[in-house]
Nanobody
Framework: QVQLVESGGGSVQAGDSLRLSCTAS????????TGWFRQVSGQEREFVGA????????YFPPSVKGHFAISRDNAVNTLFLQMNRLTPEDTAVYFC????WGWGNTEGKYPYWGQGTQVTVSS
């Protein structure tokens, strides 16, 4: 099993940028497809982006396309979510998720999850 640990959350102002990190315990993280999700208390978890297991493709929903980006550094087994032009609507707990040799845009695609990191955007 792979363990995922998110970091980089915090409190920022609207219009700011923030980069979240997700570090994996598996040295073969490059073989995992990964996704980012977010959740506001009392609401369902929302998909915000994914990176294919080979790192060649990304997918973003319309709500964040153009101001979120995903990348991965295989040398340090870390996935990144770059968030630009943040708005208060981006306030949520952000989770990374992973699946070996696969990826997708739904929670059920991913067996491995991090504990989440809080992002708060003030107007």
């Amino acid at each position: 099993q792979v363990q995922l640990v998110e970091s980089g959350g915090g409190s920022v102002q609207a219009g700011d940028s923030l980069r979240l990190s997700c570090t994996a315990s598996d040295g073969a993280f490059k073989n995992y497809g990964t996704g980012w999700f977010r959740q506001v208390s009392g609401q369902e978890r929302e998909f915000v982006g994914a990176l294919s297991w080979n790192g060649e493709r990304t997918y973003f929903p319309p709500s964040v396309k153009g101001h979120f980006a995903i990348s991965r550094d295989n040398a340090v087994n870390t996935l990144f979510l770059q968030m630009n032009r943040l708005t208060p609507e981006d306030t949520a707990v952000y989770f990374c998720a992973a699946r070996q040799w696969g990826w997708g845009n739904t929670e059920g695609k991913y067996p491995y999850w991090g504990q989440g990191t809080q992002v708060t955007v003030s107007s």
